[in-house]
């Protein structure tokens, strides 16, 4: 057992294995920090509330009354295409 703890008159190498352990443990607690509570403690796979989706666009509308069951599966993909015509979405080489 001594021979683990001093190595000619000395720590031995093991000793180098602390800074590397404690350099993992501060880069792991620098970056839970960051994710959670420096960006307001949200979870880190929710996006900012500045860039979530208000929900007013005619399409989020479209898709709310396709959910409720107010409109059929027919006439939710047929008003789909006439929106992604007038507003673009379909531009840009997507079919």
């Known amino acids: 057992m001594q021979t683990l703890a001093h190595w000619d008159g000395g720590p ?9 352990i ?11 920090l960051r994710r959670t509570v420096w960006r307001g403690r949200r979870a880190p796979w929710r ?5 979530t989706p208000s929900g007013d666009s005619p399409i ?3 898709g709310r009354r396709f959910a409720s069951g ?11 295409s ?10 840009g080489g997507a079919a």
């Open 12 to 20: 031995g190498p093991w000793i180098l294995l602390f800074p590397v």
């Open 22 to 32: 404690w350099a993992a443990v501060v880069v792991t607690a620098v970056t839970l």
């Open 47 to 51: 996006p900012p509330e500045d860039r």
């Open 60 to 62: 989020a509308m479209l």
């Open 70 to 80: 107010e409109i059929d599966e027919d006439e939710y993909w047929r008003r789909l």
């Open 82 to 91: 006439v929106l992604d015509e007038q507003f673009g979405r379909t531009k």
